[in-house]
């Protein structure tokens, strides 16, 4: 499977649905370094799965309380991320930035927050699609990715920028 071939992407499910939030703060983005789950030891926005009847709004705003004990503020949708894993996981994800938060980001059993200025944001410990869309995501460009991976290898990926 290649991750430009459209015919797969169209009849495609995902068999987990999960969202990210990405804080911005006086020109910094808040990021975490996960200590558990899937991509675990990576950095990364807060986020996760999404509860059973819970919007991916509602999840990118739990996730984030969850893992940093801060609530995000004004948050949009930017984009979406779609991952097909060699060993069948078929993982939606809806992307968020939020413009603040209500209280300070402490160190969870989930997470470890760092404030950095985007031009410091370490992406050799991300995952390998997040170099692609990330960095436009930030300059306020809305996104669908399609990602294929084996365990953490990105074996291809295919990106669209969307009109504003």
Not at 15 to 27: E, H, I, K, N
Not at 51 to 69: N, V, Y
Not at 80 to 105: K, N, R, S, Y
Not at 136 to 163: A, R, T, V
Request: with cysteine.
């Amino acid at each position: 499977m290649d991750s430009r071939d459209l015919d797969f992407w169209q009849n495609w499910q995902p068999t987990m649905r999960a969202s990210l939030c990405f804080v911005q703060r006086d020109g910094q983005i808040l990021m975490i370094r996960k200590k558990r789950g899937l991509g675990a030891g990576k950095i990364n926005g807060p986020g996760g799965r999404l509860e059973p009847g819970e919007t991916p709004l509602a999840a990118a705003i739990r996730e984030t309380q969850e893992e940093l004990c801060v609530t995000p503020l004004n948050l949009s949708e930017r984009g979406e991320l779609h991952f097909q894993f060699v060993d069948g996981l078929a993982l939606h994800c809806v992307v968020f930035t939020a413009d603040g938060c209500l209280g300070e980001p402490k160190e969870t059993d989930e997470a470890i927050p760092h404030w950095m200025e985007p031009s410091a944001i370490p992406y050799h410990d991300m995952w390998e699609d997040d170099i692609f869309w990330l960095p436009g995501m930030l300059e306020g460009k809305n996104f669908k990715g399609y990602f294929h991976f084996d365990e953490d290898i990105m074996l291809s990926q295919c990106l669209e920028w969307l009109p504003a």
